[in-house]
């Protein structure tokens, strides 16, 4: 009787081990059939150099306006490529308009200033999830469609252990003690205060005196618009997020950042995203998908879904991609593919991050062919109980399910897997790995109120494993 029930029981996980592939198989079919359908945006063949509207590349004179007026007339006219031609071009904050290029040719640099007025007046976006009225980004757009950012030049935002970055309250990022930063209880704590209490948006006015760094590039309720080539470097916070928009393209792009909070690419309740060909260097998560922060992403409902990665490098950073933590509006249909991850100062190739006071669901991460060559922590982590120990315990269980990972090697990390789910709540289930080979595994795999896992053919320092749990 126990040799059948074994049987039965081998029998019964081959079944869902193939049910699962031919699954996912079809999942990846369909965010291909999505990419596809993106198409770039287009553009008329009319050039507007900003050299035309009194702009100077000699890094002194300050391009604001010239910049801003060249966008604006561009867009009025119909549309077509402003240019940013070889120089350093000094600039505030850069309001990108419908159906214009912002284009910046090899040798060209814009610098942006340090001086928080310049961001000034202040925008609608989210801080860290948090919906308010902060200062404008450094590259801002708001409602525009069918536009970009290409070109082979420099955008530099200038954040540095004198600049911005001292803003964060850390003293080897340039805090001097008794300085005013975010971390003061009348700046961070006063924005998350308004949302755990539902303050109107509107009376949530931030800026100058709340120490809150201004995003480098941040797109809100925008369509079809592409990322392309760039370099970008030093951004005071978050570098690319796209927010609450659809039809996204990042390709081509370096992010060379590694302040406090510098997200690499963080496209946050956004629908149809493609991130490829891209190399992160950055002082927080290479990529983070977000979805809003507790009350506030609740009441948008709106998932981050349908973003496909591929072809990237992820270097220094938190997490290769991370899935949270700000993910209450949910997090669905992720797809990573033909990665490399490798660094000492890299932590996780693949996180999943969320607490009781998050909630949201996130169902369908897959991943495949991903080469990881070293990680401080763990190659997939699942952890359900982020932040709780400074933001206490809530009540929205977070789910999590549904997450393949697929022929992932790696040669150095702490774990190779490490889930994490909470008590008696079966927040994460239906786990699976298959084709993989994690070398270099200092400890056991750890797993904890988790649901459904299974390991098909995998390789942990020379020991194969086949095994469902539990």
Not at 117 to 128: A, G, H, I, M, N
Not at 141 to 158: E, M, P, S, V
Not at 260 to 278: A, K, M, Y
Not at 322 to 334: L, Q, R, T, Y
Request: net charge neutral; hydrophobic share 35%.
């Amino acid at each position: 009787m126990k040799k059948i029930m074994t049987v039965i029981a081998l029998v019964f996980l081959l079944i869902q081990v193939a049910n699962s592939r031919i699954s996912s198989l079809d999942a990846w079919k369909s965010i291909y059939t999505i990419t596809k359908e993106m198409k770039d945006p287009v553009f008329k063949n009319k050039v507007y150099n900003v050299i035309d509207f009194g702009a100077k590349g000699d890094g002194v004179t300050k391009n604001t306006a010239a910049i801003n007026e060249a966008i604006e007339r561009c867009s009025i006219d119909g549309g077509g490529h402003v240019v940013i031609s070889k120089g350093t071009y000094l600039t505030g904050a850069v309001h990108l308009k419908s159906n214009v290029d912002l284009h910046l040719e090899a040798g060209a640099v814009l610098k942006f200033s340090t001086d928080s007025k310049d961001y000034l007046p202040l925008v609608q976006t989210r801080w860290e999830g948090d919906d308010c009225f902060n200062y404008c980004p450094l590259i801002f757009a708001d409602g525009q469609t069918n536009f970009a950012l290409t070109g082979k030049g420099l955008l530099d935002g200038q954040g540095s252990v004198t600049n911005w970055w001292p803003w964060k309250g850390i003293v080897k990022m340039g805090f001097v003690k008794g300085s005013p930063s975010q971390l003061d209880p009348l700046c961070r704590p006063l924005l998350k205060k308004y949302n755990d209490t539902q303050v109107p948006v509107a009376m949530r006015q931030m800026g100058e005196g709340f120490y809150l760094r201004p995003q480098f590039i941040n797109f809100i309720h925008c369509k079809n618009f592409k990322i392309e080539d760039v370099t970008i470097t030093n951004s005071p916070f978050w570098v690319i997020h796209p927010l609450l928009s659809q039809n996204v393209i990042v390709r081509n792009v370096t992010v060379n950042s590694e302040g406090p909070n510098n997200d690499g690419c963080d496209p946050e309740s956004c629908t149809n995203v493609l991130i490829e060909n891209c190399i992160f260097n950055t002082g927080d998560d290479c990529i983070a998908l977000k979805s809003g922060r507790d009350f506030d992403g609740r009441r948008a409902n709106a998932p981050i879904e349908n973003v496909l990665i591929k072809n990237c490098h992820m270097r220094k950073g938190h997490g290769g991609v991370s899935m949270g933590s700000e993910i209450s509006g949910g997090c669905k249909n992720i797809f990573v593919e033909n990665c490399e991850m490798s660094s000492p100062e890299l932590d996780r190739a693949i996180l999943i991050k969320t607490n009781n006071n998050r909630g949201g669901t996130t169902d369908g991460v897959y991943v495949r062919n991903v080469i990881v060559g070293e990680v401080r922590d763990a190659i997939l982590s699942i952890n359900t109980s982020y932040h709780v120990d400074t933001e206490g315990q809530g009540n929205f269980i977070p789910m999590i399910r549904n997450v393949y990972l697929s022929h992932v090697n790696s040669k150095k990390s702490t774990y190779a897997l490490w889930l994490d789910g909470l008590k008696g709540q079966h927040t994460v289930s239906n786990i699976e790995v298959r084709n993989c080979i994690f070398s270099g595994v200092k400890k056991p795999n750890f797993f904890q109120y988790v649901d459904h896992v299974i390991l098909n053919h995998v390789m942990i320092d020379g020991k194969l494993l086949n095994e469902q749990l539990p």
